[in-house]
């Protein structure tokens, strides 16, 4: 058996369009991302074993509120209140719901692939106001 | 296609190399520094990359076809298997094609096939679970591949580099 010549093994100029086309990928999906954000309160919108997606408008909570969801034979325990949502608890393999964290702006997901839940978070436009006033 | 019984026992062993690499890194969890569901380095990738360039487009595609089913057999997780799947074979075809272009190196192909597969799993997550919210991961798992596709090239190299004289290499 005679194995094919050895490809080039040192970087050369051409890579660089091949960097290129994914930062310029990357950019286009997150800049179309962006212009997707919605207006209105702060929602929560749940998803869980392809069920009809649930809203919670999270700055009517005066107080945290917390969900069990049983999806795809696991449990999870999701914490709504004002400013956010986390995944506190999971019983998935990969637990990377749980490492997502607390997810507060608008467009931000918390996704269990094992479980098949979605929650992800929309409206909260920003004020009208400035962010920072620097000087 | 056709196989002589060295070609098949050496398609046989990269299989069982991809699925120990996929082991591995399990150990050492990309998504704990970055939590995104599916992130991870990809280092099946250099199995992939080597069969890709040491044996040709065929046998690299039925490594990666043995390797994804045995591994979701292995995990007892056959949902996971569509986007093992769809984002390995996005993969493949896009490093098949970078590679027959001539021009680039083991790395710019290394990269492309990380894109690509991100791309893939996201496409297998937006299937499966009906909503477009996965997408929001795209330009973070398509920042992160630059990286991981970079890293899987260099380690593919040096492999290259070192069987070079070996009577592997040399038939």
Same mark, same amino acid.
């Given at each position: 058996?005679?194995?094919?010549?050895?490809?080039?093994?040192?970087?050369?100029?051409?890579?660089?369009?091949?960097?290129?086309?994914v930062?310029?990928?990357?950019?286009?999906?997150?800049?179309?991302?962006?212009?997707?954000?919605?207006?209105?309160?702060?929602?929560?919108?749940?998803?869980a074993?392809?069920?009809?997606?649930?809203?919670?408008? #999270?700055?009517?909570?005066?107080?945290?509120?917390?969900?069990? #969801?049983?999806?795809?034979?696991?449990?999870?325990?999701?914490?709504?209140?004002?400013?956010?949502?986390?995944?506190?608890?999971?019983?998935?393999?990969?637990?990377?719901?749980v490492?997502?964290?607390?997810?507060?702006?608008?467009?931000?997901?918390?996704?269990?692939?094992?479980?098949?839940?979605i929650?992800?978070?929309?409206?909260?436009?920003?004020?009208?106001?400035?962010?920072?006033?620097?000087? | 296609?056709?196989?002589t019984?060295?070609?098949?026992?050496?398609?046989?062993? @990269?299989?069982?190399?991809?699925?120990?690499?996929?082991?591995?890194? !399990?150990?050492?969890?990309?998504?704990?520094? =970055?939590?995104?569901?599916?992130?991870?380095?990809?280092l099946?990738?250099?199995v992939?990359?080597?069969?890709?360039?040491?044996?040709?487009?065929?046998?690299?595609?039925? =490594?990666?076809?043995?390797?994804?089913?045995?591994?979701?057999?292995?995990?007892?997780?056959?949902?996971?298997? =569509?986007? !093992?799947?769809?984002?390995?074979?996005?993969?493949?075809?896009?490093?098949?094609?970078? !590679?027959?272009?001539?021009?680039?190196? =083991?790395?710019?192909?290394?990269?492309?096939?990380?894109?690509?597969? !991100?791309?893939?799993?996201?496409?297998?997550?937006? @299937?499966? @679970?009906?909503?477009?919210?996965?997408?929001?991961?795209?330009?973070?798992?398509?920042?992160?591949?630059?990286?991981t596709?970079?890293?899987?090239?260099?380690?593919?190299?040096?492999?290259?580099?070192?069987?070079?004289?070996?009577?592997?290499?040399?038939?």
């Amino acid at each position: 058996m005679s194995l094919k010549p050895s490809p080039k093994l040192h970087p050369v100029g051409w890579d660089l369009l091949v960097v290129i086309a994914v930062v310029i990928l990357a950019v286009s999906v997150g800049i179309g991302l962006l212009g997707t954000s919605e207006s209105g309160p702060l929602t929560a919108v749940i998803s869980a074993d392809g069920q009809p997606e649930e809203r919670v408008v #999270l700055s009517s909570l005066t107080e945290p509120e917390e969900r069990v #969801l049983h999806s795809g034979g696991y449990t999870l325990h999701l914490v709504l209140s004002a400013d956010g949502v986390e995944m506190t608890t999971s019983d998935c393999p990969t637990q990377e719901c749980v490492h997502t964290g607390k997810i507060t702006r608008s467009g931000q997901s918390i996704v269990c692939l094992p479980a098949r839940v979605i929650v992800t978070l929309e409206g909260g436009a920003p004020a009208s106001g400035p962010d920072v006033v620097i000087g | 296609m056709k196989l002589t019984t060295r070609e098949l026992t050496l398609c046989a062993v @990269l299989t069982a190399m991809a699925l120990a690499l996929s082991y591995l890194e !399990s150990f050492f969890p990309l998504s704990l520094a =970055i939590p995104i569901p599916g992130i991870k380095l990809g280092l099946a990738n250099i199995v992939t990359l080597f069969a890709l360039y040491a044996l040709g487009p065929g046998q690299a595609l039925m =490594i990666l076809l043995a390797r994804c089913l045995l591994g979701a057999v292995f995990a007892g997780n056959m949902s996971a298997l =569509i986007f !093992s799947v769809l984002g390995g074979v996005t993969a493949m075809v896009v490093m098949i094609l970078l !590679s027959r272009c001539g021009r680039l190196s =083991i790395y710019g192909v290394s990269v492309g096939g990380a894109a690509a597969h !991100s791309c893939g799993q996201v496409a297998a997550a937006v @299937l499966t @679970l009906g909503n477009t919210a996965p997408i929001y991961y795209l330009p973070v798992l398509l920042g992160v591949s630059l990286f991981t596709g970079a890293l899987t090239g260099l380690i593919a190299a040096c492999l290259f580099r070192a069987l070079a004289h070996t009577a592997l290499m040399k038939g």
